[in-house]
DNA sequence: TCGGGCACAATATGATCAAATTTCAGACTG
DNA sequence: CAGTCTGAAATTTGATCATATTGTGCCCGA
């Protein structure tokens, strides 16, 4: 009986019956991991209870989980904008993304099982295909499905949330990255990854990991502070 | 003329000019990191309007941002609670800790000018009497600023934000220790940390770090699961 | 170039609607 | 007869919106 009431809410674009202002925070953070939010453009709150057709109360309260998320920043004189990163900034982000993604795929080694691992290993062929066209937004949005999916089997969900507001803070500035250098150039460690959890080699997995960050975040560094 | 401007806003309670909201952050925070909110306990929004005497919009905001942060947690039946930890949630916060909070005590060292290490020691005396004094509170709140006066030279923002976001979360269960067992049995690092930063040694100031940080969160680990 | 006003956006409140929990009453069972 | 379970009403709380107020930045005129 329980379990027709706790249905699967998971629908999130469909209206379901999740309260707006969580909707609003998925549509934003969409908009920040994968969208077209350029680092340093202004968020306005009419802006958003506009183009979004919501109250500007639940808008308000989304922006403000992304502030704390890192994703927005407030720069004192009530503006809202898209954060631009500084070299300090990005090797900060490399520091904490290895020190604690490697962690998690170093407990979804041991925790992962078999089935998934070819999933897995099915999302990175479809993110190959994404790479190979040319789809930055393609690529963005499965390479963070690939950790995300990764990371699931750590049980960390401490960790987890921590790896998620630092992917929220580069988001913007990665996607920039992208879309002046191209997919082409954004070799990853994906194979190296899913090759040492077939192993359930663990540290195997964590070097793949600190690799496959370390590349793409200081091709991020090199790119940026010359904007 | 900025410094009429600036005036020292920290008073919280006081009419300053900053927006309500930030206001009701700051004392939610206060109230999560020394005050008296235990684990497991419904934070509601119409009881913080009527206590604190301002409308349920910035109300709205600050619960929010604390979801965001960790320090509280949204129970799905639109019900916002102080969060309870479970074992793997501290033994994950011991991990990230040691790794985020090492760091900054590393990069600190090499910053840190004389003058505020000599301001860093009183602080420590202060935070030795309270311990002696047996005040919970005011132990938690120095000991909170002496981490934070630390890490306030590492120049790492972003490392910052993560180790604060970590405070947020184990705050309230750490009180709760503190209050059954005393602050008698809390050691600490701190005499280390300031030996190692006046002989400039990063290695052994991020060693006491660890050692600092993992007595104080495994003492916490060995409580909260009992309860 | 500087000062005053004008317009826009953000802040904050109160009202209204919806949902969930609690409570209370009644009936059924042991 | 007592205790408990069920179900519905009532109260409490949350979510959203519309509106008034305040502060900021911009623009125009001197």
Known sequence: MDLIKNKPNTSLTEGGKRPVHEQVYQTLKSQILFGDLVPGQPVTIQGLTDSLG?????????????????????????????PLLSANDIEQMIFARIAIETELSRRSTNNIPDPDIDDLEQLDQRLDRMI????????????????QALYAHSDAPVLIDLAERLWLRFGPSLRIVCGRFGTQSLPDRHKDIIAALRARDTEKAAIATAQDIEQGMSMMGDALPGT
Do not use: K
């Open 54 to 82: 919501v109250g500007m109360t639940p808008v308000r309260e989304a922006i403000r989980r992304l502030i704390s998320d890192g994703a927005l920043i407030f720069q004192g004189n009530r503006r809202v904008s898209v």
């Open 132 to 147: 190979t066209d040319g789809d930055v937004g393609g690529y963005l949005r499965l390479n963070h499905a690939f950790h």
